[in-house]
């Protein structure tokens, strides 16, 4: 038995639930269920729980802003790990309800806008009513009737009890979120060659060049960024910091003296980590960047100032 206690967005049956479920920290761990992104890593903020998995990306809607808004500020929270899920919807209600029963509609508005289309086209006339979560919505449907149905994954509709009306409502059917777990910091997971690094960028001041400023930062150095966005500070008008993800460690050469860079270049960086690619998909290193290249360059110009 673990003793390690994890908090993810629940109740049971959400698709992180799912996700976790899914991923070796998981066995024999604590899953502890929690209504909101905010709540969850509030819980490992505080230490009630070892770390928090909680969506922060999804292939259709892009990033989950309110999870991207939560690690920017607060107490320093750090990724070690991520999953990826394929995302199916399905229409849930009670037992007996017929499509043309159905007036109100609860789900999280993430699922709200990529089942838009189906929605429009099978129930044009229906309110949709938005909740903290896609389990919770199924939760309402079965505890009362304010709802007549739910979208959620049929694994929640299994969960409490309700039946799968129309499976696979989704507009797109390779949808898929990402997932991360996160925890207080500590030293990053040991390298994998098949690695990702996240970062959130605050500049300086906002002049012409700016974001040209912090790409050079990377571009020199052959790291490959796989996500880049612009997100309010929320002090002021304008005012935006970059959420980064890129290909590789922070022990990796390149990617430590990117980090540099970028230290210099802006006014903060925050570190979200370093972490297995869920994927394991191993960059490609030009000519010039890799580790025995910066050690090579290094021991030149040791010997160039008389240190060798």
């Not at 049971?12 to 479920?21: E, P, S, V, W, Y």
């Not at 570190?271 to 360059?297: I, M, Q, W």
């Amino acid at each position: 038995m673990s003793d390690l206690s994890i908090a993810y967005l629940g109740p049971r049956g959400t698709f992180a639930d799912a996700a976790l479920r899914a991923m070796p920290v998981s066995d024999g761990a604590r899953l502890e269920p929690f209504p909101t992104v905010s709540a969850a890593l509030d819980a490992a903020r505080a230490g009630e729980v070892d770390y928090a998995l909680v969506p922060i990306e999804n292939s259709v809607e892009g990033a989950v802003t309110g999870t991207l808004d939560e690690l920017s500020g607060g107490v320093p929270l750090v990724i070690v790990d991520e999953q990826v899920l394929a995302v199916r919807f399905a229409l849930l209600v009670r037992p007996g309800t017929a499509m043309s029963d159905i007036r109100r509609v609860a789900t999280h508005h993430v699922a709200h806008a990529q089942c838009r289309t189906w929605l429009a086209e099978q129930l044009p006339e229906a309110e949709v009513i938005p909740e903290s979560s896609n389990a919770v919505a199924a939760q309402s449907v079965a505890e009362q009737t304010t709802y007549d149905a739910a979208i959620a994954s049929s694994a929640a509709g299994a969960a409490y009890g309700l039946d799968v009306l129309v499976d696979g409502i989704g507009d797109n059917e390779e949808a898929w979120t990402r997932f991360v777990l996160v925890g207080r910091p500590s030293t990053p997971p040991a390298r994998t060659g098949a690695d990702k690094t996240t970062l959130f960028l605050y500049m300086r001041e906002d002049h012409p060049g700016a974001l040209l400023e912090i790409l050079t930062e990377f571009s020199v150095r052959g790291v490959n960024l796989t996500r880049i966005e612009s997100r309010p500070t929320r002090k002021a008008l304008g005012d935006y910091y970059f959420s980064v993800d890129c290909e590789g460690h922070v022990e990796d050469s390149r990617v430590g003296e990117a980090l540099a860079g970028l230290h210099r270049v802006c006014a903060t960086v925050r570190f979200l980590g370093s972490y297995p690619r869920h994927d394991g998909k191993a960059p490609r290193v030009r000519r010039g960047v890799t580790d025995a290249d910066y050690a090579e360059a290094q021991a030149w110009l040791s010997s160039v100032r008389g240190q060798g």
